[in-house]
């Protein structure tokens, strides 16, 4: 009976846990924080197994974005800093590391919402509408959240990341 309760949630895992891990990973900041949301995820599934009729990864994916911006709102309380990177100590070859981690801590700054918003969206490249529908919110409050998360965004890698190559003519010039 047991074994019953639990069928297809190894095949589940095994065919679509490296995809979930990876989105774990970005909306927690970290391998390991990563590694414990989506563990957290697979908690709450495995008590609702055998419930979910239709798509259990929508379900999970829906749980980990939720999850996600509850551990957000308890950092609020308690501060988490991400490792700081250094500009100058990076060497050749490192630049698309220092970019991504850039980029990371960047959107740790974000609120919760703006952040799930641009994950789900660049990350996951769902459509406005699909982010809408898996929060619970409007095609607008999406856009909107999406286009001050990318304003904000901007504005917190630009004193921190600005090579040469990507900077205009006249920031060089400065």
Known sequence: MRQQRFDGL???VAERGDALLATAVFLAG???AGED???AGLERLMRKWHRIRGDPEGYLRRMLY???ID???GRRRRQEVLMEVDPGSRSDGTDELHLRQVLIQALAALPPRQRVVLVLRYWEELSE???AD???CSA???KSSASRGLARLRELTATTWAPEELMSKSERRT
Do not use: N, P, Y
């Open 66 to 68: 939720h999850l996600a």
């Open 134 to 136: 898996t929060l619970g």
């Open 30 to 32: 970290s391998r390991v």
């Open 71 to 73: 551990q957000w709102r």
């Open 129 to 131: 509408a699909e982010i």
């Open 37 to 39: 949301l989506l563990q």
């Open 140 to 142: 607008g409050t999406v």
């Open 10 to 12: 190894d095949v589940f």
